[in-house]
Protein backbone atom coordinates (compact mmCIF):
# COMPACT_ATOMS: atom_id res chain seq x y z
CA UNK A 1 0.00 0.00 0.00
CA UNK A 2 1.44 3.15 -1.05
CA UNK A 3 1.62 6.63 0.77
CA UNK A 4 2.92 9.91 0.22
CA UNK A 5 5.07 12.19 2.59
CA UNK A 6 6.43 15.32 3.19
CA UNK A 7 10.59 14.42 3.24
CA UNK A 8 13.88 15.97 4.12
CA UNK A 9 15.99 17.47 0.89
CA UNK A 10 18.63 14.83 1.39
CA UNK A 11 16.34 11.97 0.95
CA UNK A 12 15.17 12.60 -2.87
CA UNK A 13 18.59 12.97 -3.67
CA UNK A 14 19.55 9.75 -4.39
CA UNK A 15 16.70 9.12 -6.27
CA UNK A 16 17.36 12.17 -8.52
CA UNK A 17 20.38 11.16 -9.06
CA UNK A 18 19.64 7.64 -10.23
CA UNK A 19 16.70 8.47 -12.64
CA UNK A 20 17.83 11.42 -13.91
CA UNK A 21 21.48 12.19 -14.18
CA UNK A 22 23.14 9.38 -13.26
CA UNK A 23 25.99 10.18 -15.34
CA UNK A 24 26.28 13.29 -13.45
CA UNK A 25 28.02 13.92 -10.39
CA UNK A 26 26.18 13.15 -7.38
CA UNK A 27 26.50 16.80 -6.13
CA UNK A 28 24.77 17.88 -9.23
CA UNK A 29 21.70 16.89 -8.49
CA UNK A 30 21.48 19.54 -4.70
CA UNK A 31 19.69 22.47 -5.39
CA UNK A 32 20.87 25.69 -3.87
CA UNK A 33 17.40 26.17 -2.32
CA UNK A 34 16.23 23.11 -2.14
CA UNK A 35 16.34 23.46 1.84
CA UNK A 36 13.18 26.64 1.13
CA UNK A 37 11.35 23.92 -0.59
CA UNK A 38 8.84 21.36 0.24
CA UNK A 39 9.51 17.33 -0.68
CA UNK A 40 7.13 14.86 -1.18
CA UNK A 41 8.18 11.05 -1.04
CA UNK A 42 5.89 8.12 -2.42
CA UNK A 43 6.43 5.01 -0.72
CA UNK A 44 5.25 1.62 -0.90
CA UNK A 45 6.29 -0.81 1.34
CA UNK A 46 8.91 1.25 2.93
CA UNK A 47 10.57 1.69 -0.12
CA UNK A 48 10.94 5.58 -2.00
CA UNK A 49 9.26 4.74 -5.09
CA UNK A 50 9.01 8.74 -6.84
CA UNK A 51 10.27 12.18 -5.68
CA UNK A 52 9.05 15.33 -6.06
CA UNK A 53 10.12 18.65 -5.42
CA UNK A 54 7.78 22.18 -4.73
CA UNK A 55 9.18 25.63 -4.70
CA UNK A 56 6.36 28.98 -4.21
CA UNK A 57 7.09 32.13 -5.28
CA UNK A 58 3.76 33.89 -4.24
CA UNK A 59 0.84 32.60 -5.84
CA UNK A 60 2.67 30.22 -7.78
CA UNK A 61 4.25 26.77 -7.33
CA UNK A 62 6.85 25.34 -9.17
CA UNK A 63 7.76 21.89 -8.85
CA UNK A 64 11.46 20.53 -9.87
CA UNK A 65 12.72 17.36 -9.97
CA UNK A 66 10.39 14.92 -10.40
CA UNK A 67 11.43 11.02 -10.70
CA UNK A 68 10.14 7.95 -10.09
CA UNK A 69 12.69 4.89 -9.89
CA UNK A 70 12.59 3.25 -13.36
CA UNK A 71 11.88 0.02 -12.33
CA UNK A 72 8.70 1.30 -10.79
CA UNK A 73 7.71 3.88 -13.95
CA UNK A 74 4.58 2.96 -15.97
CA UNK A 75 2.56 1.89 -13.49
CA UNK A 76 0.36 4.94 -11.72
CA UNK A 77 2.84 6.17 -8.72
CA UNK A 78 3.57 9.52 -10.74
CA UNK A 79 0.09 10.14 -11.46
CA UNK A 80 -0.50 9.70 -7.79
CA UNK A 81 2.19 11.78 -6.43
CA UNK A 82 1.04 14.44 -9.56
CA UNK A 83 -2.53 14.52 -8.34
CA UNK A 84 -1.44 15.10 -4.66
CA UNK A 85 0.82 17.68 -5.41
CA UNK A 86 -1.61 19.45 -7.13
CA UNK A 87 -4.37 19.24 -4.57
CA UNK A 88 -1.66 20.40 -2.28
CA UNK A 89 -0.49 23.79 -3.99
CA UNK A 90 -4.77 24.50 -4.40
CA UNK A 91 -5.24 24.13 -0.57
CA UNK A 92 -2.08 26.16 0.21
CA UNK A 93 -3.39 28.67 -1.95
CA UNK A 94 -1.96 28.78 -5.25
CA UNK A 95 -3.57 29.91 -8.06
CA UNK A 96 -0.94 28.18 -10.85
CA UNK A 97 1.52 25.30 -10.97
CA UNK A 98 4.47 25.26 -13.55
CA UNK A 99 7.62 23.28 -14.63
CA UNK A 100 10.13 23.03 -16.56
CA UNK A 101 9.22 19.70 -18.75
CA UNK A 102 11.28 17.40 -20.15
CA UNK A 103 9.81 17.14 -23.80
CA UNK A 104 10.20 13.40 -23.33
CA UNK A 105 7.79 13.69 -20.18
CA UNK A 106 5.15 16.71 -21.75
CA UNK A 107 2.40 14.23 -22.67
CA UNK A 108 2.15 12.82 -19.34
CA UNK A 109 1.80 16.63 -18.33
CA UNK A 110 -0.46 17.39 -20.94
CA UNK A 111 -2.95 14.55 -19.45
CA UNK A 112 -3.32 16.84 -16.44
CA UNK A 113 -4.20 19.69 -18.35
CA UNK A 114 -0.98 21.49 -18.35
CA UNK A 115 0.13 23.60 -21.32
CA UNK A 116 2.94 24.08 -23.09
CA UNK A 117 4.35 27.77 -23.30
CA UNK A 118 6.41 28.84 -26.11
CA UNK A 119 9.48 29.18 -23.34
CA UNK A 120 12.29 26.13 -24.29
CA UNK A 121 15.54 25.53 -23.45
CA UNK A 122 17.91 22.92 -23.39
CA UNK A 123 20.63 21.36 -20.39
CA UNK A 124 22.72 18.78 -19.80
CA UNK A 125 21.67 16.98 -23.31
CA UNK A 126 17.79 17.32 -22.60
CA UNK A 127 15.13 19.40 -24.21
CA UNK A 128 12.77 21.55 -21.79
CA UNK A 129 9.60 23.28 -22.61
CA UNK A 130 7.88 25.88 -19.51
CA UNK A 131 4.41 23.63 -18.49
CA UNK A 132 1.81 25.53 -16.30
CA UNK A 133 -1.94 25.08 -15.09
CA UNK A 134 -4.72 27.49 -13.26
CA UNK A 135 -5.68 26.30 -10.45
C1 LIG B 1 7.85 11.38 -15.62
C2 LIG B 1 7.79 10.36 -14.47
C3 LIG B 1 8.12 11.04 -13.15
C4 LIG B 1 6.38 9.76 -14.42
O1 LIG B 1 6.34 8.84 -13.33
P1 LIG B 1 5.60 7.44 -13.47
O2 LIG B 1 5.57 6.84 -12.10
O3 LIG B 1 6.17 6.64 -14.57
O4 LIG B 1 4.13 7.97 -13.86
P2 LIG B 1 2.82 7.09 -14.20
O5 LIG B 1 3.08 5.65 -14.10
O6 LIG B 1 1.71 7.64 -13.39
O7 LIG B 1 2.54 7.52 -15.69
C5 LIG B 1 3.56 7.37 -16.69
C6 LIG B 1 2.96 6.76 -17.91
O8 LIG B 1 2.56 5.44 -17.59
C7 LIG B 1 1.19 5.28 -17.93
N1 LIG B 1 0.63 4.38 -16.92
C8 LIG B 1 0.24 4.67 -15.68
N2 LIG B 1 -0.24 3.57 -15.07
C9 LIG B 1 -0.11 2.57 -15.96
C10 LIG B 1 -0.41 1.19 -15.91
N3 LIG B 1 -0.96 0.62 -14.83
N4 LIG B 1 -0.11 0.44 -16.98
C11 LIG B 1 0.46 1.01 -18.09
N5 LIG B 1 0.76 2.32 -18.19
C12 LIG B 1 0.46 3.07 -17.15
C13 LIG B 1 0.61 6.66 -17.84
O9 LIG B 1 -0.56 6.80 -18.61
C14 LIG B 1 1.74 7.49 -18.39
O10 LIG B 1 1.75 7.45 -19.80
P3 LIG B 1 2.35 8.64 -20.65
O11 LIG B 1 3.80 8.79 -20.23
O12 LIG B 1 2.17 8.16 -22.05
O13 LIG B 1 1.56 9.86 -20.31
C15 LIG B 1 8.79 9.17 -14.73
O14 LIG B 1 8.54 8.65 -16.00
C16 LIG B 1 10.25 9.54 -14.61
O15 LIG B 1 10.80 9.55 -13.52
N6 LIG B 1 10.89 9.82 -15.77
C17 LIG B 1 12.31 10.11 -15.81
C18 LIG B 1 12.62 11.47 -15.19
C19 LIG B 1 11.79 12.55 -15.81
O16 LIG B 1 11.69 12.69 -17.03
N7 LIG B 1 11.17 13.32 -14.92
C20 LIG B 1 10.33 14.42 -15.32
C21 LIG B 1 11.17 15.61 -15.56
S1 LIG B 1 10.17 16.96 -16.10
Redesign the pocket.
Known sequence: MSHIEQIPPYLTWKTRHK??YPDLDFDKVILPNDDDGIHLGLFDNNTL??V?SLFRTDDSMQFR??????E???????????LYLLEYSKNAGCDQIW????T??A???R?FGFIETDKTSQANGFE?VIMEKNL
Do not use: D, P, W
Request: proline share 0%.
Open positions: VMISVKFATLSYQHKGYGSEILCNARTAGFYKY
